[in-house]
């Protein structure tokens, strides 16, 4: 014998009723109970259960006052009498994801066709069709194709990134390609960023690649970075690291930073509205020019930009995945000597400059002034041509050369001194402020500062020979090695 | 960037309604921005007449999902709905709708959101940056529940 059962109907269900606050049906258990309800009211079945008939996890049902999980669960007997209720566990919040909650994965879909190319990360619970739908909705936006932005931007189309930022606006050189992957020895002379589009389209034609060909500014930043979800910072140098994290401060994007020398890379995420320091808590002050030497001046081993492109990468897919933990307040540190990876703690500074204040209280600036760079044209300069002119004229000029002996030892011009820039201070004596100096270098940076620093002794009469070593060797001495 | 997508993402459903008192709405606000950086959940009391929703009263309701996820998440404890809905009909009242915060993020229905959507019911969503409300919007559940449409809101003095 079967007992009668009151179920109570919620006011937001009750149109599926056809306006009815109880239904009466007659049951065994509460799974009885809720069976025939369903039955007899069909339109309520998508509310109350999910495709494979199991109920819906924000829906509760009580008998009388009791949670039936505190009871049998839906096993639970019922007696004549009894009310059942359905009450909503009303829940919902602002992200899909923990740390970025702008990316709608709702309105793209993930082709049959697609499913192929896209099959070993669809069996991946952590991605799977939601997550390969989230990366296609995704945009990426890299500053720099260099060195670091080879490999993650490839790495990034391949995943299924849906759009690409590049921004760049150099042209492809010769010494870029022991480790900017992109590129091949055709491609010497093009554009950096139409080569890149081109290499990456093959690699995914589905990725939508956007280039950006001018250099990032004050002006610029803003208006590119917004239509991005995550920025990785590929550059090589301290203006556009100050002006990238400050931009993305504004905007609260995430900032996946790394930078490479020689054996030694860094990378760490720099997100302050997830909870996480800026790049300023780490580096509130840029370092003095030329302290610093960039890969141009000092160098680097051209795998490293791999591994570490692919660390950025990584951190961008887990940002735009919401999984893992990204690097957000640790700094990873990779040398490739020792083949070790350290981790340092870097907190937020509550008195940082930038991250401290509200977006609209911070202001873009002029960020070459603000890294102490001087503007060439301050410092005397020679050209190539000029220089040879005097010296065929017979104009007594003492060259000198602050490279490192290992440069030297590669090209050199003939009849100069080699004192590296480092030893400059130690060694200043060698030089008679009576005469004539240039100055030059690989290509005019670190010869620019020796000419500073000498001025500021009182050397009244040094030039920095513009374009250094390698503009002689195109301009003048086409026979010197170039490197 | 949140509100240009709220609006681009999601087609805009004139044929239902939500009025609301200045009262509800800054008593909404203020609670949003009590919990800050977490969500705020609560209930909005009224009646319903065909399209059109009229809510006469707010109900703050604690948010009870665990903790070090409430920035992003909220649940209602079933007992207190329960309570509050019974209550509320007592005084011919009924539940018209559901008001939650959004910290830094858009005042749009998250994919969460429509999952755990109940028919029926108008949702008010506001968006809270830095303990201030910036953005608030009424949206309604689509039947076969693949997303929510924004409905007028209406604030009455």
Redesign the interface.
């Known amino acids: 014998m079967r007992s009668l059962v009151k179920i109570m109907i919620?006011?937001?269900?009750r149109?599926?009723t056809d306006a009815k606050s109880h239904i009466d049906v007659s049951a065994d258990t509460v799974s009885q109970a809720l069976s025939k309800l369903l039955d007899e009211n069909t339109k309520l079945a998508?509310?109350i259960v999910d495709e494979s008939g199991k109920l819906r996890n924000?829906v509760?049902i009580?008998l009388n006052s009791e949670?039936i999980r505190h009871l049998d669960g839906e096993k639970t007997k019922v007696k004549d009498g009894d009310t059942i209720?359905i009450?909503?566990?009303?829940?919902?919040?602002?992200?899909?994801n923990?740390y970025i909650?702008?990316i709608?994965?709702?309105?793209v879909a993930i082709s049959p066709r697609e499913y192929r190319r896209y099959g070993r990360h669809l069996i991946i619970p952590e991605v799977g069709m939601e997550g390969q739908r989230r990366l296609k909705s995704s945009k990426v936006l890299i500053i720099g194709t260099g060195g670091l932005g080879s490999p993650s931007s490839l790495y990034l189309a391949a995943a299924g990134v849906g759009t690409l930022g590049l921004i760049d606006f150099d042209v492809i050189d010769e010494t870029n390609l022991h480790r900017q992957i992109l590129y091949t020895e055709k491609d010497i002379g093009r554009s950096k960023v139409q080569t890149a589009k081109d290499r990456l389209q093959l690699a995914n034609p589905n990725t939508v690649i956007k280039t950006f060909e001018e250099p990032l500014n004050s002006g610029n930043a803003l208006e590119i970075f917004?239509g991005y979800d995550v920025i990785v910072d590929g550059t090589d140098n301290f203006p556009t690291r100050y002006l990238t994290n400050d931009a993305c401060v504004i905007?609260?994007k995430p900032n996946v930073y790394a930078s490479i020398f020689r054996f030694e890379g860094q990378a760490m995420v720099f997100y302050p509205?997830a909870g996480g320091p800026c790049y300023r808590c780490l580096y509130p002050k840029p370092p003095p020019p030329g302290l610093v030497p960039s890969c141009a001046e000092g160098g680097v081993l051209g795998l490293l930009p791999g591994l570490v492109g692919l660390i950025q990468a990584t951190e961008a897919v887990k940002l735009i995945l919401g999984r893992g933990d990204p690097l957000i307040g640790r700094l990873l540190v990779y040398d490739a000597l020792s083949m070790t990876f350290d981790e340092l703690k870097i907190r937020k500074n509550p008195n940082c400059p930038v991250c401290s204040q509200?977006p609209e209280a911070i202001k873009l600036i002029d960020y070459e002034a603000f890294c102490g760079i001087t503007k060439e044209a301050d410092v005397a300069s020679v050209m190539p041509v000029e220089l040879s002119q005097e010296l065929k004229e017979g104009r007594k000029v003492r060259l000198l050369d602050v490279r490192e002996p290992h440069e030297w030892d590669i090209v050199h011009i003939e009849g100069s001194k080699l004192i590296p820039l480092r030893d400059l201070p130690d060694r200043v004596n060698e030089l008679d402020s009576a005469d004539e100096i240039v100055v030059y270098c690989h290509t005019g940076g670190r010869s620019a500062r020796a000419t500073d620093f000498l001025r500021g002794l009182g050397y009244k009469k040094v030039r920095n020979l513009e374009g250094g070593v390698e503009a002689w060797a195109v301009e003048v001495d086409p026979s010197l090695p170039r490197y | 960037m949140g509100a240009d997508s709220a609006r681009s993402g999601t087609d805009f459903n004139p044929t239902t309604e939500l009025n609301i008192s200045e009262d509800i709405l800054v008593d909404m606000h203020a609670h949003a921005s009590s919990t800050y950086p977490e969500e705020c959940c609560g209930l909005l009391l009224g009646k319903v007449r065909g399209p059109t929703k009229t809510a006469t009263e707010s109900r703050r309701m604690g948010n009870v999902f665990v903790k070090e996820e409430r920035y992003h998440r909220y649940t209602i404890d079933p007992k207190e709905f329960l309570n509050a809905e019974s209550d509320a009909e007592a005084r011919g009242l009924e539940v018209v709708g559901i008001y939650h915060s959004h910290p830094n993020a858009p005042a749009k229905p998250s994919r969460f959101d429509t999952d755990y959507g109940w028919p029926t019911l108008s949702y008010v969503v506001i968006e809270e940056r830095d303990a201030r409300p910036v953005e608030t919007n009424s949206w309604i559940l689509k039947d076969d529940r693949s997303e929510f449409v924004q409905e007028k809101l209406a604030i009455s003095k």
């Open positions: 919620p006011t937001a269900l149109q599926y998508t509310h924000f509760n009580f949670d209720r009450v909503p566990a009303i829940a919902g919040g602002s992200s899909d923990k909650s702008d709608d994965d709702r309105k917004k905007l609260g509205k509200s």
